[in-house]
């Protein structure tokens, strides 16, 4: 599950966890507090534990060797549960947005227990803690799933405060509930909006997206720059999950010899996997040099 390399499912465990911890506090806190806004965060971080569940799948799913029927491996999965969080993210965001346009138009005004504020509190913290610990460990081990997974965390804690504010709000000045509504419409569009590039980053690497043109440039003259390479065309790159993909044609004297053509190729293979970590594979045609290609 890939947790021998870096610890990804190791933190999506420890998340999974807090989770479980924070649904308790919470539904006990609300229902004493006779805060239903905290009751229904409480089943929010119960359902935070899908994803969890959907990154460990991924985890485990895209570290298999490529088979039969999937020559290229499985790291298109981490593609796909990119998707998945981020339409678990876009789900935070329209709960916020229906629940601070509800709170807006409701003509009652129903005031919790103050001290329901300090599960609020502790949640905040957790995820806060979570969503460093998580994208830190995402960024490293260049884990599109679980660096999903930690803006997750980030909107979590966003959500939380909203519910927070809002107390603060009706405690302290209840003549201006209506600043509540304005700031969870705003925070729920600010979610949205990354829960969107979440979406598109992750379609576009399962369509197939090159990356940047700056990066084909890079290779190709890294290439150009190897002994004995004359040429280099028909470079194309693809993403499999957080890695790339890439093939090429390189142009040799055409009076070299196939063993030594393949010992150049061999040896460019290696120094551009080496030099580009993000690169997982790289496809090398040997073709006789043509001033005219």
């Given at each position: 599950m890939k947790d021998s390399s870096g610890g990804e499912a190791r933190i999506t465990v420890i998340g999974m966890a807090t989770n479980f911890a924070l649904f308790a506090l919470k539904l006990v806190a609300g229902i004493?507090?006779?805060?239903?806004?905290?009751?229904?965060?409480?089943?929010?971080?119960?359902?935070?534990t899908a994803t969890d569940i959907v990154v460990l799948w991924s985890l485990k799913v895209s570290?298999?060797?490529?088979?039969a029927n999937h020559r290229y491996g499985h790291k298109k999965i981490e593609n796909l549960a990119e998707l998945f969080i981020a339409?678990?993210?876009?789900?935070?965001?329209?709960?916020?947005?229906?629940?601070?346009?509800?709170?807006?138009?409701s003509k009652?005004?129903?005031?919790?227990?103050?001290?329901?504020?300090?599960?609020?509190?502790?949640?905040?913290?957790?995820?806060?803690?979570?969503?460093?610990?998580?994208?830190?460990?995402?960024?490293?081990?260049?884990?599109?799933?679980?660096?999903?997974?930690?803006?997750?965390?980030?909107?979590?804690?966003?959500?939380?405060?909203?519910?927070?504010v809002g107390i603060l709000i009706m405690e302290l000045f209840p003549s201006l509930y209506f600043l509540d509504a304005a700031l969870g419409v705003a925070v729920a569009v600010f979610i949205i909006v990354l829960a969107a590039k979440i979406f598109l980053s992750g379609l576009k690497k399962l369509l197939d997206t090159s990356p940047p043109e700056e990066f084909?440039?890079?290779?190709?003259?890294?290439?150009?720059?190897?002994?004995?390479?004359?040429?280099?065309?028909?470079?194309r790159m693809r993403y499999l999950g957080s890695k790339i993909a890439a093939d090429m044609h390189?142009?040799?004297?055409?009076?070299?010899?196939?063993?030594?053509?393949?010992?150049?190729?061999?040896?460019?293979?290696?120094?551009?996997?080496?030099?580009?970590?993000?690169?997982?594979?790289?496809l090398i045609h040997i073709e006789p040099f043509s001033p005219r290609e």
């Open positions: 004493l507090g006779k805060s239903f806004a905290l009751v229904a965060d409480a089943f929010h971080s119960l359902s935070d570290s298999r060797p490529p088979d339409v678990a993210i876009a789900a935070v965001a329209i709960r916020i947005a229906k629940g601070s346009i509800g709170g807006f138009f009652e005004r129903h005031l919790p227990s103050w001290w329901v504020i300090f599960p609020l509190v502790v949640s905040i913290v957790a995820k806060e803690m979570l969503y460093h610990s998580t994208l830190r460990v995402g960024k490293k081990q260049s884990s599109l799933p679980v660096v999903a997974n930690a803006w997750h965390h980030r909107t979590d804690s966003i959500s939380s405060l909203v519910i927070l084909y440039q890079a290779v190709e003259d890294f290439a150009l720059g190897f002994p004995d390479i004359l040429s280099v065309h028909k470079l390189i142009q040799v004297q055409p009076d070299m010899s196939v063993y030594n053509a393949h010992k150049i190729a061999s040896r460019l293979k290696h120094a551009i996997l080496e030099r580009f970590p993000s690169l997982c594979e790289v």
